[in-house]
């Protein structure tokens, strides 16, 4: 069933439809992320995420006043379906839900839109479109226990693609190291790192980013 869901993962970038999960839904997420040295923690009701929104909020303006952030974030985007399909690799801009530009033109756009207040409110009706918040937390901070946060994600991203639901990441509260420790002391956990955070819910699938075969990126 995981296996199968491999090809169609993606890291869905638009707004939900905002509709709850079901209790069957919610345990079967719980279920398949469950990994020993990791906590899952399922945040759905409405006050919560209206809370854990202003913390992403804060974390997102935090990175969009940090000029190498911005920087790095742009040098992935592939605006043009042709440096998309060289590139292989990277955010395409009908992944993001933007469309495709010259890569002369792309760059200026972005300069233009990419605005704190704008992304925030992106942001806002992404997260109040969701089903809720899955919050990713290793027992040990350690390489092993961020190694069994990622099982634990793939996991939960795989069974959320079999359901028929969608996910993204929505890190900007653990990113960022001022605002980390007060979204840590939100979830209760505030002597522990939250290593990931992310959103699911339903929507239509987006346009894929294209990825390298493996034999590229694998060496034997």
Not at 21 to 39: D, F, I, K, T
Not at 44 to 49: A, D, I, M, N, V
Not at 96 to 125: H, Q, V
């Amino acid at each position: 069933m995981l296996c199968g869901a491999i090809p169609m993962r993606q890291s869905t970038k638009s707004e939900y439809d905002g509709t709850p999960l079901s209790a069957a839904e919610l345990h079967q997420l719980e279920e398949c992320a469950a990994r020993e040295g990791v906590n899952v923690l399922l945040i759905t009701e409405r006050r919560s995420l209206d809370q854990a929104l202003k913390l992403i909020q804060a974390g997102n303006s935090a990175q969009m006043d940090d000029p190498d952030f911005v920087d790095e974030l742009k040098s992935w985007i592939r605006f043009s379906a042709k440096t998309s399909i060289k590139q292989a690799d990277g955010l395409s801009g009908p992944s993001a839900g933007n469309p495709s530009s010259p890569d002369w033109l792309g760059p200026i756009l972005f300069n233009l839109m990419f605005k704190k207040k704008t992304e925030n409110r992106k942001i806002a009706k992404q997260v109040v479109s969701s089903a809720g918040l899955a919050v990713f937390v290793a027992e040990d901070e350690t390489p092993e226990g961020w190694i069994e946060v990622g099982r634990s994600f793939e996991r939960f991203a795989l069974m959320a693609t079999a359901l028929g639901l969608c996910h993204a990441h929505v890190n900007m509260p653990i990113e960022v190291r001022t605002v980390r420790p007060e979204f840590a002391k939100w979830l209760g956990m505030a002597e522990r790192r939250p290593d990931l955070v992310v959103r699911f819910g339903r929507a239509e699938p987006m346009p894929m980013s294209l990825r390298r075969s493996v034999d590229e990126v694998i060496i034997a």
